[in-house]
């Protein structure tokens, strides 16, 4: 019983102690973890025409039996011609919300700029998520005006390296008069060239890079009519197309199904080639 009694008054004088300090301390709780989990609907990047003066950004939010709530909209790095909201609303039990961006004057044409926002920690718990969905609080893009406008369809014959065909499109700026074969055999690599037009079209065609120079490319040391493929192969890295000398090259009135466009060409990667062909598109419709 003795024992016993000094461990109770052991006990009882820490508890007193402890509480003495507790009541002399000015201890603030953390906030708990939210559980908004707005996320950035997509991060693509953006390609807009000549007469577009607004875009739109979308979020989401996870979760049932939601209310109402308005997220600010934190400007990280913006143009000065973009006019962002200052935040975002969602109405009651929507999971989705739009905000639009109005774009002033001052944006150059064929020219990037980038957008950088961000949804604050409090409104986007990415830890908290019970339905394991991907949150981006994070929103980094490019922004690009162009007056790029199809012209035509056709179907591309990749005869080298992945031995394919498939649509296309053919597209024409009239600022640049320059063509272009937008995701001619990978998405996000574009294919361009100068040409006289239907008018008289075997009198000019070579083609360019995004300027509408010529094209041109070092590969090792030795330098090549050609451009990026836009592949990077996996053993050999960059494969380039490389236009073959001596061979024509151009749109050919005549072709089987009409106006075709040929051009011979090696695919090359820095420790040789991979074969050459010609390549073509036929099947050509105006619009």
Not at 97 to 119: C, D, N, R
Not at 160 to 179: C, G, T
Not at 208 to 235: H, L, P, Q, R, W
Request: negative net charge.
């Amino acid at each position: 019983m003795k024992f016993n009694k000094i461990l109770l008054l052991s006990l009882l004088s820490a508890g007193a102690l402890f509480t003495a300090c507790s009541e002399d301390d000015n201890y603030e709780w953390g906030k708990p973890a939210s559980n908004n989990m707005v996320s950035f609907a997509n991060e693509e990047n953006l390609v807009l025409g000549f007469e577009d003066n607004t875009f739109d950004i979308e979020f989401v939010r996870v979760g049932n039996n939601l209310p109402a709530l308005t997220v600010p909209i934190k400007v990280l790095n913006a143009p000065d011609f973009c006019q962002i909201p200052t935040s975002v609303t969602f109405a009651e039990g929507a999971t989705d919300a739009v905000v639009q961006v109005q774009i002033g004057e001052g944006m150059a044409p064929f020219t990037k700029y980038s957008l950088s926002l961000a949804i604050g920690e409090e409104f986007s718990n990415a830890y908290a998520n019970p339905e394991d969905i991907a949150l981006s609080p994070r929103y980094n893009i490019s922004i690009l005006k162009e007056d790029y406008k199809t012209i035509a369809t056709g179907v591309f014959h990749e005869t080298v390296y992945y031995e394919d065909a498939w649509d296309v499109e053919i597209q024409y700026s009239e600022l640049l008069d320059l063509y272009r074969i937008p995701d001619a055999i990978i998405t996000g690599s574009h294919w361009f060239f100068k040409w006289s037009g239907r008018e008289a079209p075997e009198d000019e065609f070579y083609f360019a890079d995004e300027n509408g120079d010529k094209a041109a490319v070092s590969i090792g040391s030795t330098e090549y009519y050609g451009f990026f493929s836009g592949i990077n192969n996996k053993s050999y890295g960059p494969v380039y197309v490389t236009v073959l000398d001596g061979y024509f090259i151009g749109f050919d009135p005549e072709g089987d199904t009409g106006l075709e466009l040929w051009f011979p060409v090696a695919y090359r990667v820095s420790a040789g080639s991979f074969g050459s062909n010609f390549e073509y598109i036929d099947n050509i419709e105006f619009n």
